[in-house]
Antibody
Framework: EVQLVESGGGLVQPGGSLRLSCAAS????????MHWVRQAPGKGLVWVSR????????SYADSVKGRFTISRDNAKNTLYLQMNSLRAEDTAVYYC???????????WGQGTLVTVSS | SYELTQPPSVSVSPGQTARITCSGD??????AYWYQQKPGQAPVLVIY???ERPSGIPERFSGSSSGTTVTLTISGVQAEDEADYYC???????????FGGGTKLTVL
């Protein structure tokens, strides 16, 4: 069974940093591109970032470019999102998702809540 | 930045057909995907590659594409279909992914 389990969320002050993790199991993690998607309270889904299968290529939404870094450790079957210079508007549930190319993002984690507040 | 436009809400009675549209300039070049999200839950893929249905998704869910608009159709809507629906695609280069603003489907 495919599982994606996010962790690392919590309360952080504006300007602070946080690293999210997404532990993958039930599939060959190193074969798939992965994404981070966030959802502010009561709002819609917003794509944040993606990484290719070997970690050599990444892309970011304009709203997080230069502040967030996506990475992966294929030996540990884990995806990461390093978030720096956090702002109140970064407050959201963060989901990781498996990209099955043209078959869509068929697997999502349960999400981890990040709250940026003083 | 690239945007996908969805109606904020759609309401239908049980047994009727719901249609949710999504418009974007790059849709003729990029596939669209549809996700269903119920309160407190992660999104679930219901349509991929404009019109393909993943295994386990009921046949009443279908998708279509015409020019810069894609449409999710739910035939014979059931109470359990009440949820938020999001289209997702990419800009013309395929590099930047984007979601529509979401459509709240209400089953009257």
């Amino acid at each position: 069974e495919v599982q994606l389990v996010e962790s690392g969320g919590g309360l952080v002050q504006p300007g602070g940093s946080l690293r999210l993790s997404c532990a993958a199991s039930g599939f060959t993690f190193s074969s798939y591109w992965m994404h981070w998607v966030r959802q502010a309270p009561g709002k819609g889904l917003v794509w944040v970032s993606r990484i290719n299968s070997d970690g050599s290529s990444t892309s970011y939404a304009d709203s997080v470019k230069g502040r967030f870094t996506i990475s992966r450790d294929n030996a540990k079957n884990t995806l990461y999102l390093q978030m720096n210079s956090l702002r109140a508007e970064d407050t959201a549930v963060y989901y990781c998702a498996r990209d099955r190319k043209s078959s869509g993002w068929s697997n999502w984690g349960q999400g981890t809540l990040v709250t940026v507040s003083s | 930045s690239y945007e996908l436009t969805q109606p904020p809400s759609v309401s239908v009675s049980p047994g009727q057909t719901a249609r949710i549209t999504c418009s974007g300039d790059a849709l003729p070049k990029q596939y669209a995907y549809w996700y269903q999200q119920k309160p407190g839950q992660a999104p679930v893929l219901v349509i991929y590659k404009d019109s393909e249905r993943p295994s386990g998704i009921p046949e009443r869910f279908s998708g279509s594409s015409s020019g810069t608009t894609v449409t999710l159709t739910i035939s014979g809507v059931q109470a359990e279909d009440e949820a938020d629906y999001y289209c997702q695609s990419a800009d013309s280069s395929g590099t930047y992914k984007v979601f529509g603003g979401g459509t709240k489907l209400t089953v009257l």
